[in-house]
């Protein structure tokens, strides 16, 4: 009879090394081991346990032709992420026209950037047989809005949203940019690993409206790319005030500050505050982003502000 029959037969196990104490097993005693792990033996611990979490992770390999890789993030949903990602990445364009901005959609259930950009069709393949990404306002873009119909549901499993994402990652021919602005689905689920995962990020921002409610799931985002070890460049406080057009009257729908707040206990800093415009919301229904349609309005000013705070603090781009 084996060991774990034995075990199973007699109900008691014995740890042989050191002293400890009996504690019931079932229906029996068990001798815990009581000796305290040294410093160094608990270091040692620490590195076999992240080489065995590491076997089963993927290899980061770059996106062929793409410098540097920056994710927009939320915990949660309505907060207007995608808005920010497409303003931010038109911003990027504004304040150095010598930049190639490419933006990718990674929300496959709700793909919002066809929409927000004007764009429609199929990408046509290129002669290595990659897609070539649709191009408005001077910015490339890619989602998987433009693999399906507009109202067609995306019914899958994790599987399959993996391996849309894996094609959306590399099985585009982007060409030669400069900065690819990646809109991520809200939340901390299969999408935001696999990405983190698979290639290498050179920061995230995270969107937050001031209210309690978002703010809660964007502390979670943040944590999630930190156990990840993708950096996290900052906030975003997206609806931070309401002015009356009429009036001038200010309003704080959502709270105020809420996101500073939170970045203090994250040790952040804010990338700036986008205020609750109409202007904003009509300029992405009608597929003509703020920045590109406004570009003397303080909406679009904004904007621009943030996108030079998310440049300073990108680490340098690989030669």
């Not at 014995?14 to 040294?38: H, T």
């Not at 076999?48 to 996106?63: A, N, Y």
């Not at 191009?135 to 507009?150: Q, T």
């Not at 030669?176 to 602005?181: A, G, K, N, R």
Request: aromatic share 6%; proline share 6%; charged share 20%.
């Amino acid at each position: 009879m084996g060991f774990w029959g034995r075990l199973l037969r007699f109900g008691w196990v014995s740890l042989w090394r050191g002293s400890g104490a009996a504690v019931p097993f079932g229906g029996s005693r068990v001798l815990v081991c009581g000796r305290q792990l040294s410093g160094a033996e608990s270091e040692t611990l620490k590195q076999r346990r992240t080489q065995v979490m590491s076997r089963g992770l993927p290899k980061q390999k770059p996106i062929e032709g793409v410098k540097q890789v920056i994710v927009v993030a939320s915990g949660k949903g309505g907060v207007g992420k995608s808005t920010t990602a497409v303003n931010l990445a038109l911003a990027l364009a504004v304040n150095d026209s010598s930049k190639a901005i490419g933006l990718l959609d990674a929300d496959v259930y709700g793909p919002s950037i066809p929409k927000m950009m004007n764009l429609k069709g199929n990408p046509e393949l290129a002669q290595n047989n990659l897609m070539r990404p649709l191009l408005n306002y001077g910015i490339a873009c890619m989602s998987m809005g433009f693999l399906v119909e507009e109202t067609a549901p995306v019914v899958w499993r994790g599987l399959m949203v993996m391996s849309a994402i894996e094609r959306l990652l590399r099985q585009v021919d982007w060409g030669q940019l400069d900065y690819l602005v990646v809109d991520m689905p809200p939340g901390t689920g299969d999408v935001q690993l696999s990405v983190s995962q698979n290639i290498p990020i050179s920061g995230a921002v995270i969107v937050s409206t001031p209210q309690d409610i978002a703010l809660i799931d964007a502390h979670k985002g943040a944590e999630m790319f930190r156990k990840v070890h993708v950096p996290v460049l900052g906030l975003v406080q997206n609806m931070s005030v309401f002015q009356c057009p009429k009036c001038k009257h200010k309003t704080h729908i959502f709270g105020a500050d809420g996101a500073r707040r939170l970045a203090q206990t994250l040790d952040l800093d804010v990338l700036g505050d986008i205020p609750l415009h109409l202007s904003i919301r009509e300029a992405s229904d009608t597929g003509l982003p703020v920045v590109f349609s406004k570009p003397e309005s303080d909406e679009t000013k904004a904007y621009l502000r943030v996108a030079a705070e998310v440049v300073r603090r990108l680490p340098l781009p690989p030669e």
